[in-house]
């Protein structure tokens, strides 16, 4: 037997009954005395709160308007400079629609060189038929747009096509002088 078995428990002082002995893990783990928390006053910088400080999403009547109500938009930037107070206020001014990018000019310019270069490359090689296909796609698109010059865009679809004349002859004599050699 231990020690701790032997001995009878310490007896209760108030009513004399027999006393439970702590166990050794209860003395290690319980805190000796409890101390009350210290409080100190709050430091100069620090501002006391009301008397309920507001919870999120509490109105706290700041507002003058709905949440979706439009925004008054200023013509005037930059807040006016001291001593120049004979300036009228900034007026405001309803929200309005950006002015649209003007349409791009020269497409059909650009049809007219593919044209020219398809037409000039078929004089010489067979092959030069996808140059006159772009020139003659790019002068349709000009002709749709309502800034492009209508002249200019026919011109180019004439030599696109004369290129693809060209092109197409240029490779009917080769087919030709292949079936004739073999």
């Not at 005395?33 to 709050?42: C, D, K, L, N, T």
């Not at 497409?107 to 067979?126: E, R």
């Given at each position: ?22 166990s ?8 000796a ?10 430091s ?14 509490v ?16 013509t ?28 791009h ?78």
């Open positions: 037997m231990s020690q701790d078995e032997r001995m009878p428990p310490p007896a209760d002082r108030a009513n004399g009954t027999p006393a439970a002995r702590p050794p893990d209860e003395t290690i783990l319980r805190p005395a409890p101390h009350p928390p210290a409080v100190e006053p709050p100069p910088d620090v501002t006391i709160a009301d008397e309920a400080s507001p919870l999120p999403g109105h706290r009547g700041g507002f003058l308007r709905l949440p979706t109500a439009p925004i008054a938009v200023t005037q930037s930059a807040p006016a400079e001291p001593g120049t107070e004979d300036e009228p206020p900034p007026v405001t001014a309803p929200w309005l629609m950006p002015e649209p990018e003007p349409l000019r020269g497409l059909a310019a650009w049809a007219l060189v593919f044209s020219i270069a398809g037409l000039i490359v078929a004089l010489f090689v067979g092959w030069g038929f996808p140059i006159g296909i772009v020139g003659i796609v790019t002068a349709i698109l000009a002709l749709r747009r309502p800034l492009e010059s209508r002249a200019v865009a026919i011109w180019a679809i004439t030599l696109g096509a004369v290129s693809l004349l060209y092109s197409a002859g240029w490779l009917m004599f080769a087919v030709s002088r292949l079936t004739a050699a073999g």
